[in-house]
């Protein structure tokens, strides 16, 4: 039996987008010094939001001097206990404005607005609560309570909104003062935090957020007055980043990319498996850092796994992102999905099988149908690097063993998830994956008490949890 779907879209009226905007430094949008603007759109329809700064380099001075200026006079010298007053009341403004945030951030980006709604903007609010509870007791963590003074914060698109929480709640309480620049096709939702910070009354200078590509990123991480560089995005963009830090004595963390391995034992529920699976690399368009886009399956299983994998994939919604209906938005920009388009072409070139899920692609916008690669072998390009798009790529194993080695035979070292009856199994299997974060019978879960992290090209460092304050204090000489 099939059913029709009325649509259910979100208002658009709740955001009020501005036609421009400028940056926002010590308190206040300003308009730049040396810079220029660019266009943000929205990818599921391609209309231009509204107009951007891209910073320039002075701008970034401009940016630093103000939060350096904010360390010295208010912020290092606020008790934690007072800091945390500041974290609270910026977690319960976004809560105010979950609706207003889930709206914009998934016009920005494309993402289904049931994510951004249930997912993103929750736990960019839990971000901020968790942290404000450290904040008069860092003490007790473990690392001093030295903050670094001021941290350059650099974040990707694909979680706008939670990867600026991550960043800035554990900086904020742990006493730094910060310039965070999002990335240039998602800024919507950092300049509104920046409203948030004015409504929450944070001094001036505290939260700085410089909006521009690449370029204003690498005026910021070299900028010499930056104490912190905290990093998220390509593996590629942070092995850049760490030759530029390399001989100062700035602190530096890296959250890169992943090929994370979702591991399915025979004796698994293969149902729930299955809809781990699909939570696993479908979730946010596969634009997830540790999205589960190695599909291991046991051999025994292989056949069952599959079907009832494509059964579920072909009832999968792809289309208008605000539509609460809809389980698969828009690919953020072209660009990514002329890359996702560029490895998939790899896979079939290889000789590995492609099936898509069969859903009409809107006419308008950036998209990619739900799709599954089998035959896959370890030497294949999808098997080894990162799509970060809705490809999933299928390899088989007969022994624990096997599945260790298979799993573990990438240069990432993100994520993975076991799916077995055995807690024993899981257990033997969590000691021995190279993974920062291990997911049993579940994936793709995040909470803000729970450190996360990679090893290897995905990374160093942990955001989350007693150990993401030490990537805020300085706990050497
Ligand atoms: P990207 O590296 O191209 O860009 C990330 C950010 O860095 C953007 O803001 C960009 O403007 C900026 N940037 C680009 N060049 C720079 C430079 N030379 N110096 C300073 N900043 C620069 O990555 P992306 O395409 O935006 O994001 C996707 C990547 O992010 C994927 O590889 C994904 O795995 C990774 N990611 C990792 C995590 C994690 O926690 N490990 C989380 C989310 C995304």
Redesign the pocket.
């Known amino acids: 039996m099939t059913f029709d779907y009325a649509p259910a879209p979100e208002s658009r009226s709740v955001v009020d987008i501005a036609p421009s905007y400028g940056l926002f430094i010590d308190g206040e949008f300003v308009d730049p010094i040396d810079g220029a603007t660019f266009k943000t759109v929205n990818p599921a329809t391609e209309e231009a939001l509204a107009e951007v700064t891209e910073a320039g380099p002075l701008d970034v001075d401009r940016a630093v001097r103000a939060a350096r200026t904010a360390y010295r006079t208010t912020w290092s010298r606020m008790p934690g206990s007072e800091r945390a007053k500041y974290l609270y009341r910026i977690a319960r403004l976004i809560q105010e404005r979950s609706r207003e945030l889930a709206v914009l951030e998934t016009l920005d980006n494309g993402k289904p607005i049931r994510e951004s709604r249930d997912v993103d903007i929750p736990l960019a609010a839990a971000h901020f609560f968790y942290h404000a509870g450290w904040a008069d007791k860092l003490e007790y963590a473990g690392y001093g309570t030295r903050a670094y003074g001021v941290a350059g914060q650099?974040?990707?698109?694909?979680?706008p909104l939670l990867?600026l929480a991550?960043k800035i709640a554990p900086a904020l309480a742990c006493g730094n003062t910060v310039v965070l620049?999002?990335?240039?096709?998602t800024p919507l939702t950092a300049l509104a935090f920046a409203d948030i910070c004015r409504q929450a009354d944070l001094p001036p200078g505290v939260v700085n957020i410089v909006t521009?590509?690449?370029?204003?990123?690498?005026a910021?991480?070299?900028h010499p007055d930056v104490d912190k560089v905290a990093?998220?995005?390509?593996?590629?963009?942070?092995r850049?980043?760490q030759r530029?830090v390399a001989g100062t004595r700035k602190g530096l963390t890296?959250?890169?990319?992943?090929k994370a391995a979702n591991i399915v034992f025979d004796d698994a529920p293969l149902d729930e498996a299955v809809e781990g699976v699909v939570n696993g690399i479908f979730f946010n368009q596969g634009?997830?850092?540790?999205?589960g886009s190695r599909l291991l399956v046991q051999e025994s299983v292989a056949d069952e796994v599959l079907d009832a994998l494509k059964r579920r994939l072909s009832t999968l919604r792809l289309g208008d992102p605000l539509d609460k209906n809809t389980d698969v938005g828009a690919i953020n920009s072209a660009e990514?999905r002329a890359r996702i388009e560029e490895l998939v072409r790899a896979g079939d070139d290889e000789g590995a099988e492609r099936w898509s899920a069969a859903c009409a692609l809107p006419e308008r916008g950036w998209w990619f149908p739900p799709t599954v690669f089998t035959g896959v072998t370890q030497a294949h390009r999808i098997a080894r690097e990162?799509i970060?798009g809705p490809v999933l790529a299928v390899l088989t194993f007969r022994t624990p063993d096997e599945a260790v080695e298979k799993a573990n035979n990438t240069p990432f070292g993100?994520s993975a998830g076991v799916w077995s009856e055995k807690g024993s199994r899981t257990l033997w299997m969590a000691s021995r994956l190279r993974a920062g974060v291990i997911w049993a019978n579940t994936f793709n879960r995040f909470d803000p008490a729970a450190p996360?992290?990679?090893y290897k090209e995905?990374?160093f460092g942990r955001?989350g949890g007693r150990q993401g304050l030490a990537a805020y204090l300085r706990t050497e000489g």
């Open positions: 650099v974040i990707p698109w694909n979680f990867m991550w620049k999002p990335a240039e096709t521009g590509d690449g370029a204003t990123g690498r910021l991480v070299e990093f998220t995005g390509s593996t590629e963009v942070g850049q980043i530029a890296l959250e890169l990319g992943g634009h997830v850092c540790c999205a990514q990162e970060f993100l996360f992290g990679g995905s990374g955001e």
